[in-house]
């Protein structure tokens, strides 16, 4: 049995059971979520969400990138955010590694060199900081004076702000 075939069973199993409004594709927070992929991070667990109620985004190092703005510019014109919430992590593995080491590696296995940033990062502090500016000076969000940056610690489960 596969990894996939494991949820999708478990999915047959857990049944319509998730509390929360599935009515509409508004959440109705009006707020975006953006974090880690890292299988650590239990974003509705953390926050208390219900279905509905946010956007979560999801990516290597929860950083805000192109595609990052593309989705945020689409929740919202088109689904009604107001808010950014940004959660970065410690042990990121994004802190592990170098943009050219990486992307050197990659090379190597491949023949090609990715045309995309790792965005590696030393100081999760930072990273947040970087983050929070691209989405307060992008031309594309019109909803930019509400956009926190936290640093969740996986060992405790303890949200730490970043001004």
């Known amino acids: 049995m596969t990894s996939i075939d494991v949820l999708l069973k ?6 319509d059971i998730t509390p929360g409004d599935r009515s509409t594709p508004r959440p109705s927070l009006q707020v975006a979520v953006l974090t880690c992929m890292d299988a650590r991070i239990r974003v509705f ?6 279905q ?5 985004l999801r990516n290597a190092g929860g950083v805000v990138t192109d595609d ?7 929740s919202q014109r088109k689904l ?17 590694v170098t943009e050219d080491d990486f ?3 990659l090379e190597d296995a491949t023949g090609l060199r990715p045309t995309w940033a790792v965005e590696a990062f030393r100081n999760v502090e930072n990273s947040v900081r970087t983050s929070m500016e691209r989405v307060r000076r992008s031309a594309y969000l019109p909803h930019t004076e509400n956009v926190r940056g936290f640093v969740y610690d996986v060992k405790i489960g303890r949200l730490t702000e970043v001004k």
Do not use: P
Not at 10 to 15: L, V, W, Y
Not at 68 to 74: D, E, N, Q
Not at 84 to 95: D, K, M, N
């Open 10 to 15: 478990r999915n047959q199993e857990i049944g």
């Open 68 to 74: 990052v703005i593309r989705s945020l510019a689409l």
């Open 103 to 105: 992307k050197d590696e």
């Open 80 to 96: 009604g955010t107001r808010e950014v919430l940004i959660v970065q992590h410690t042990e990121c593995g994004l802190s592990m």
């Open 45 to 50: 667990e953390i926050f208390g969400l219900l």
């Open 52 to 56: 509905g109620e946010s956007h979560v």
